[in-house]
């Protein structure tokens, strides 16, 4: 989980910071640097989620 947090934390400045120098909108910045990386922050947890269920299924089936 912390992996996750830390990960989120990079994301909300980079969004943040891309948005912000493509537009200029400190608010617009905000508003996308809040809402993508939440969203694609829980993504990423259900991936790695994902990832640890393949990687068993695929130790069992070679035990």
Do not use: D
């Not at 969004?15 to 905000?30: C, D, I, R």
């Not at 508003?31 to 993508?36: P, Y």
Request: glycine share 8%; aromatic share 14%.
């Amino acid at each position: 989980m912390k992996k996750t947090a830390t990960f989120a934390v990079v994301h909300f400045c980079v969004a943040f910071g891309v948005t912000y120098l493509l537009t200029g909108s400190w608010v617009l910045g905000g508003m996308i640097a809040l809402i993508e990386p939440s969203v694609n922050t829980v993504a990423y947890f259900l991936h790695e989620k994902a990832w640890g269920y393949v990687n068993r299924r695929q130790s069992s089936l070679l035990s």
